[in-house]
């Protein structure tokens, strides 16, 4: 059984690892809430769902947080139930608030447990079930977190990403082959600051590499206006969702995009980023996630505030330098976990076939 939800930066791993161990013989089931994207992803994936009825605590004391409270004995009996229709031989955590009362209703009964946590940053969530899973799966490597119940995995991937090839990409896209090519986006609603900046920088320029730009539903049409003018820059454009994102990966040679769930991702494919980490994010955890890649050398960092079309410029310019390019494109690829969900995948079965001290009636 997997546990967790909220936004797609959780499911769409959560799938990825579904996959595999439905693909080794394994029945998967999913819980979540009714309010995340969970329920719509996991059915449209063919996956059993099941809603557990509990709220997120905000950030701040008040009457959302007496209404949290107040549901967590009424989440403990859906956790309870659940485990008892199911019976699972493992359930795994795979972040936001929702995965707490199943995994730890599970870790009391004696079933193994397993918490995968996506971001550098443990939440708070995954830092109580880490006290009592038995492992923890990380999707970046954590030099207070090593050995023990800790496994460094990777954040699980999903198999068409991998499977894209560059010159897919380039037939998608409509892209010349001896040009490179510049990837920018932010979340899927989009971001306004990395938006502006790359519109400014290349928008009405002529350069030398191409660019596909995903701007995010909510700012697509002015840019999408300014891309018809007649000085607009004719390597340029932009979508604001791509379905088939894998393959503008697969076509990248450069990107420019947030530090979240997508960072897995474009270590995956080896491609050199600058990282504009979304300063809202919960702990700042886009920050870190960007620090820990910079620092192995697969990426440069800039900061929202200090983000401006002069910045982006000079970044995507040394990012283009073929020399950079290949010791940041190798440095990816070191740091990559291709095989993320498959490792996860042994974590979990390993575990089910251990003696459980505890039946779970």
């Not at 010349?176 to 899927?188: E, Q």
Request: charged letters at 20%; aromatic letters at 6%; a neutral charge.
């Amino acid at each position: 059984m997997i546990a967790g939800g909220g936004t797609a930066g959780h499911i769409v791993p959560a799938l990825a690892l579904a996959d595999i161990l439905s693909g080794r013989g394994h029945e998967v089931a999913f819980c979540g809430t009714e309010r995340g994207m969970e329920k719509q992803l996991v059915s449209r994936a063919g996956y059993a769902f099941s809603v557990v009825r509990v709220r997120g605590f905000a950030r701040t004391f008040g009457l959302s947080t007496i209404r949290t409270l107040g549901s967590l004995p009424v989440a403990a009996a859906d956790a309870w139930k659940l485990l008892r229709t199911f019976r699972p031989q493992c359930v795994v955590g795979v972040g936001a608030y929702v995965s707490g009362p199943v995994v730890a209703e599970a870790a009391l009964r004696g079933i193994p447990t397993v918490a995968v946590e996506m971001d550098s940053h443990m939440g708070w969530t995954n830092r109580i079930l880490s006290l009592m899973v038995d492992k923890v799966c990380l999707s970046f490597p954590d030099a207070g977190r090593a050995g023990g119940k800790y496994v460094y995995t990777g954040r699980p991937l999903r198999p068409a990403l991998l499977a894209a090839t560059r010159e897919e990409g380039l037939a998608r896209f409509h892209l010349a082959s001896d040009r490179p090519v510049l990837l920018a986006f932010g979340g899927s609603l989009g971001a306004r600051s990395l938006n502006e900046a790359t519109l400014a920088a290349f928008g009405r320029a002529h350069t030398p590499f191409q660019i596909i730009h995903v701007t995010g539903e909510r700012e697509y049409h002015h840019i999408a206006e300014v891309l018809g003018g007649p000085d607009a820059n004719p390597a340029y454009q932009a979508y604001p969702f791509l379905d088939d994102f894998a393959l503008a990966l697969a076509a990248a040679d450069v990107v420019v995009g947030r530090a979240g769930g997508s960072v897995a991702e474009v270590l995956a494919r080896g491609i050199p980023a600058l990282l504009v980490p979304y300063p809202l994010a919960a702990g700042d955890h886009q920050t870190k996630n960007a620090r820990v890649v910079v620092d192995e050398g697969a990426a440069l960092l800039v900061a929202d505030a200090d983000l401006d079309s002069e910045k982006l410029a000079r970044a995507v310019a040394t990012l283009l330098d073929p020399e950079v390019n290949e010791r940041m494109r190798a440095a990816a690829f070191r740091m990559a976990r291709p095989d993320a969900a498959a490792r996860i995948a042994d974590v979990i079965v390993e575990l089910t076939t251990r003696p459980v001290g505890r039946h779970h009636d």
